[in-house]
């Protein structure tokens, strides 16, 4: 998810008018912080994660794949976990 889509800082360069070959100033600055842009580049892109902090925020994107390949793989008759390997979640999470 791009900054501007997260509420973070405002586009200089327009990408449809790059990808439209239009012609314009491929310029700009930005009042993000360098410390603004590393959180957000370490933090997940996904909507709703990258506002969570703490254990939330180190168990929420898990969860959130663990729903996919449980749900949505099936639905689309795809299996991704072999029934006889199965991981510990607590090494999962580093609580070990």
């Known amino acids: 998810m791009s900054l501007a889509k997260r509420g ?6 327009s990408l449809r ?3 439209n070959s239009e012609r314009g100033d491929v310029s ?3 009042d993000v912080t360098l410390g ?5 580049i370490v933090h997940s892109g ?5 506002i969570l902090t703490g254990r939330a925020f180190r168990i929420q994107p ?3 794949l663990r729903h996919i390949i449980d749900t ?3 639905e689309q008759g795809d299996m991704v976990r072999r029934p006889d390997f199965e991981v510990d979640d607590a090494t999962v999470q580093g609580d070990s």
């Open 36 to 40: 603004e842009y590393v959180r957000e």
């Open 17 to 19: 008018s790059l990808l």
């Open 46 to 50: 996904f909507p709703g994660i990258s």
């Open 72 to 74: 949505d793989f099936p």
């Open 28 to 30: 700009g600055k930005t």
């Open 62 to 64: 898990d969860s959130y």
């Open 8 to 13: 973070i800082g405002m586009p200089n360069v």
